[in-house]
């Protein structure tokens, strides 16, 4: 397993390098101070099942540095490591940057590994505060733009409920099984089914929650307070 950590701060590479050591099977981590030393290794031939970014690396402000990853690099798996904690910068991140974590700076040892391990498992990490944050529901690109009458948060509850019908059973269990960040052959183990059903049942679950990939499944089901529920799931 092999990690990349793309921050202007040496210290804050080391300390990522010293959480991961803690880590059941430590991964190989490299550290580069700039997107453009880390550019110079992938075209030399370094490959990373996952890479750390930090925002505010130097020439880019915001999100442009992980608009700048994204566009050269989209195939790797990345995680947004940032003292930034602003509640519509991480919904874009995640949202519309696809990036599969968001993890902040001032979390713990314990709490950025746990983070990292579900990520490499094939989940999404989003930090649960964010889902508290006043303006995360105001700001957030995920919200809905169709309030209910009153204001009242009744129209999610009704949502949730009308996308739970409209899932069978297996489909609901796929959706609980992603949410807990388990990727597809963990799946296919779980439920004793083949990849290709598996797929299917993936494919009807993000027709359900209007998205299509498995980090809008995370945020929409928090979104709506999705909590799975079996009664009267239609077979």
């Known amino acids: ?40 290794a992938h075209d030399g031939g370094a490959r990373f099942n996952l890479v750390l970014l930090d925002l505010t690396m130097p020439g880019h402000s915001e999100l442009s540095a992980l608009e700048f990853f994204r566009s050269r690099f989209d195939e790797i798996p990345v995680v947004v490591l940032s003292a930034n904690y602003d509640a519509s910068t991480i919904w874009t991140a995640l949202e519309r940057l696809n990036a599969m974590g968001y993890i902040p700076k001032s979390s713990s040892g314990e709490v950025t590994v746990s983070a990292i391990e579900l990520v490499l498992a094939g989940g ?51 959706l609980q099984l992603l949410l807990k960040g388990m990727p597809d052959k963990a799946i296919c183990r779980e439920l004793n089914l083949s990849q290709n059903t598996v797929k299917k049942h993936k494919t009807a679950v993000f027709g359900a929650l209007h998205v299509d990939n498995r980090t809008k499944v995370v945020l929409a089901a928090h979104r709506l307070g999705l909590i799975v529920d079996y009664e009267d799931a239609p077979m």
């Open 124 to 174: 999404v990490y989003v930090p649960p505060e964010v889902f508290h944050h006043p303006e995360a529901r105001m700001r957030s690109p995920a919200a809905s733009t169709r309030p209910s009458a009153n204001g009242s948060p009744r129209q999610d509850a009704l949502s949730s409920k009308r996308v739970l019908a409209s899932m069978t059973m297996r489909q609901r269990d796929v």
């Open 1 to 40: 397993m092999r990690l990349a950590i793309i921050d202007d701060h040496p210290s804050s590479i080391q300390g990522v390098m010293t959480f991961t050591s803690r880590m059941a099977t430590p991964p190989v981590v490299e550290g580069y101070t700039s997107l453009e030393a880390f550019a110079a």
